[in-house]
């Protein structure tokens, strides 16, 4: 087996022995099994009148709490994915794991791609699979079904793989403690920083809006979070939003359009350049 | 500075002499600022080399969430070895290092003495052309470093050679053919053991003797002086009746003459102590 899968195996073996998949798994099944009760809910609530609501206005309002729930799971995806990317690379080389594998035949190249595939694999299977649940949850509870279910998992991956390539990045230089904070604030200051673009939006307020844009290129979570909001918006939600003009273009938990295929192109030089600069860095390091 | 295949080499210094910097240096762990060395024949840095060698790290930690097994088994993939040796090389690796039992147990539940022994075993894998060992007994019981110096002069005697850093100079003197001591990242001294440690300390108890009588006494190479016990730390054994002699004659009694064999510790603090001056 060529040595970046050796590595990429090792990091999905102690991900899986330290029972990280087997915490998230129960996790996801303990939201997935209440936000099912809770979509259920919503088909049984009354109006005024006593009588159940229209499927129309169920749909929407599970479309938007979807929204919500989702949000949560890709917090959940960039959490563990900065937690578990921070001290990735710096732990080992703290402890002095990496010395004995590093006097192999070993590029220090192979290691951080090797680690970066492995959790890269990890965190696609976790989107896939607790959206695969959830969808199904949200289907079996109220009949709904979001309008690009695989647009929305890559998305969502690609918002945890960001987190990723950020803390991995860290981690060649910093404490994992360090890495993970900062990787997280990071995360957090980016949403915080669309939600200034879009206001900016709604003044029509250029420079205001510019804050959104240069966040989204500096780190894209943001950018593809909005779009697995897009991915999750009925038509008919769509329309309304679009009637809306301006106005509905400052909301953080809603989306007008799809991200455009620039910022797409973006996001994969991104990555390519994040790997490139976490392999300078580990390289250049003295262990 | 050469150390040839099948030697048992030692490399002494004092804490921050950059021993084990030197030994990253030699497996490419860190990038030399200047100058340059050869490893196997091959330049350092070369990854082809590294398939030819062995390393156990002073700062050794092997994955606790893997057993003793599948920790060698890594590094026989990394390594690599072809995969029908694996059983082989592991079997025989950890009955070298005495973990055959534990074979199959979490690295997690291991004694560091234990990760010592199992980072022993992976430097052993393949049987490596050279190999570092970088403290290698630092963890170990007595028993274990008995069985370290019978691993190392195992290794010697099928023509591997073994670059052995340590701390525990009785050790060393044990087991190498030649050492060189560091210090300040320059190499002070090197040699076999008898080119090092030639000449004999004598030691003498003394009275009488006031410091211009103990300034005469300098013709008999270097003194450390203790009051009323005298160390002459290199003289050869036909000396000693002039030495006592000589004592007498400037006024000195002399209760005891015990003449010893210059140890490696002793050689080892008198060229520190030379350095400094």
Known sequence: ?287 | MTVPRGEVFGFLGPNGAGKTTSVKLLLGLLKPTSGEASLLGRPIGDLNTRRRIGYLPELFRYQGWLSATEVLALHCELAPLPRSSWNDEIASALDTVGLTDRAKDRVSTFSKGMQQRLGLAAALLGEPELVFLDEPTSALDPVGRHDVREIIRGLASRGTAVFLNSHLLSEVEQVCDRVAVVDHGRVIASGTMDELLSGTAVKVRVEGLDPAARGKLSSFGDLDDEGDQLTFTKLKPERVPDLVAAIVALGGRVYEVAPRHQTLEDRFLQLLEAEEK
Do not use: C
């Open chain 1, 1 to 287: 087996m060529p040595p970046i899968l050796v590595i990429a195996r090792l990091t999905i073996q102690e991900t899986s022995r330290r029972r990280l998949i087997l915490a998230l798994i129960i996790l996801t099944l303990i939201v997935v099994g209440f936000s099912a009760w809770g979509f259920n809910k919503i088909t049984t609530v009354t109006n005024s009148e006593g009588a159940t609501l229209p499927a129309q206005q169920v749909a929407l309002i599970t479309s938007q709490l979807l929204i919500v729930v989702t949000f949560m799971y890709s917090g959940v995806l960039a959490l563990s994915a900065a937690v578990v990317a921070g001290p990735l690379i710096s732990s080992e080389v703290e402890s002095g794991l990496l010395l004995s594998m590093l006097a192999r035949p070993l590029r220090r190249s192979e290691v951080v791609i090797g680690k970066w595939l492995g959790l890269a694999v990890l965190i696609a299977m976790y989107a896939a699979g607790s959206a695969t649940l959830e969808l199904a949850a949200v289907d079996w509870a109220t009949g709904y079904l979001p309008p690009h279910p695989v647009q929305l998992v890559l998305y969502v991956g690609a918002e945890g793989l960001v987190l990723l390539s950020l803390g991995l990045a860290l981690s060649t230089r910093l404490s994992g403690i360090t890495g993970g904070v900062i990787a997280l604030v990071a995360w957090l200051m980016g949403w915080i920083a669309g939600v200034v673009g879009d206001v900016g939006t709604g003044l029509q307020n250029q420079a205001i809006e510019n804050v959104g844009v240069v966040s989204h290129l500096l780190l894209p979570t943001d950018g593809l979070w909005r779009g697995a909001i897009y991915a999750l918006e009925p038509d008919a939600f769509l329309a309304t939003l679009r009637a809306a003009g301006t106005v509905a273009r400052a909301n953080p938990f809603a989306q007008v359009d799809p991200p455009p295929i620039s910022f797409l192109a973006w996001v994969v030089l991104w990555f390519a350049l994040m790997l490139g600069l976490s392999i300078w860095s580990f390289r250049t390091r003295e262990i």
